[in-house]
Structure formats: structure tokens, C-alpha cells
């Protein structure tokens, strides 16, 4: 356990694996949680968009997008929630990138293997002579 400065209020307190805030914290995102769980209860709001839960029930989207990565609200029981993409910030649904970024990232990775392929090939088709050139000779 770490001892820092809560990234909500800048309190002192104990990290654990339960909690990233402090208690007080902690316990106003409890509350906020419990809110954001009412209004997605009722069925009319259960196709509801993070934009509109967060204006609805006034918790910060980015405390939403938090709940939605950890699993607290799942995206199968209210489809259009997810969190923005690490690279682009498209939102999905699991994961830390979307297919698109994933695909990219795999295409650059293709083309520097094979950048390094070519390299290695061409290392050991070199010549390389020993010692200086003498020019003039």
C-alpha cells in the first residue's frame, strides 16, 4: 500500500486495491454511483448515453467512463455506455484501444518487422574488407 494524494481532493490516504480516493471520497462516489444506478434501472433509460446520464444525474462522465472500465455498469445490460479509446478516444466497450487503432499498431508492427528483416538480409550479404582503403593506390 502506497501512502498519496487522492486525485479527487488531494487528501493524504492510504492506496489499496479496493480504493484510488480517499474515504470521503470514496464514499461520494458510493453515492453518486447509487444515483447513476436508479435512473438506469428505470427502462426508459436504459438505451441511455453517457452524455445523458451524466446530465441526468449530474456525476462527472468521467467518473461514468471509470465504472464502465472496472465493470460496475455493464455495457450488455445498458448498450450505449463505453469509455474513450486510450489512443483516439472513440468510445468502446472493453479493452484499453478500438479496432481501428489495434489494427494500425499491428500494421506498424508488421512493417517495422519487415524492416528489420530486410536489414538482417542485408548485413549478411555485405562485404566487408579489412582495414582502411588506401586511395592513390
Not at 70 to 95: A, E, M, S, V, W
Not at 111 to 123: A, G, M, S
Request: proline residues 3%; charged residues 30%; contains cysteine.
Amino acid at each position: 500500500m502506497d501512502i498519496i494524494n487522492c486525485p479527487t481532493c488531494g487528501k493524504i490516504f492510504m492506496k489499496n486495491a479496493v480504493r484510488d480516493v480517499c474515504a470521503d471520497c470514496y464514499r461520494q462516489e458510493e453515492a453518486d454511483y447509487d444515483r447513476v444506478y436508479q435512473f438506469l434501472r428505470k427502462r426508459e433509460n436504459r438505451a441511455a448515453t453517457i452524455e445523458t446520464v451524466a446530465n441526468s444525474t449530474g456525476v462527472e462522465e468521467s467518473l461514468l467512463y471509470k465504472w464502465v472500465r472496472r465493470g460496475r455498469l455493464h455495457t450488455t445490460q445498458f448498450p450505449n455506455l463505453g469509455y474513450p479509446c486510450d489512443q483516439c478516444g472513440k468510445i468502446i466497450k472493453k479493452g484499453k484501444l478500438c479496432d481501428s487503432c489495434t489494427s494500425n499498431i499491428k500494421n506498424e508492427l508488421e512493417v517495422f518487422d519487415k524492416e528489420q528483416e530486410r536489414i538482417e538480409n542485408f548485413k549478411k550479404s555485405a562485404y566487408y574488407s579489412q582495414g582502411k582503403p588506401k586511395f592513390g593506390e
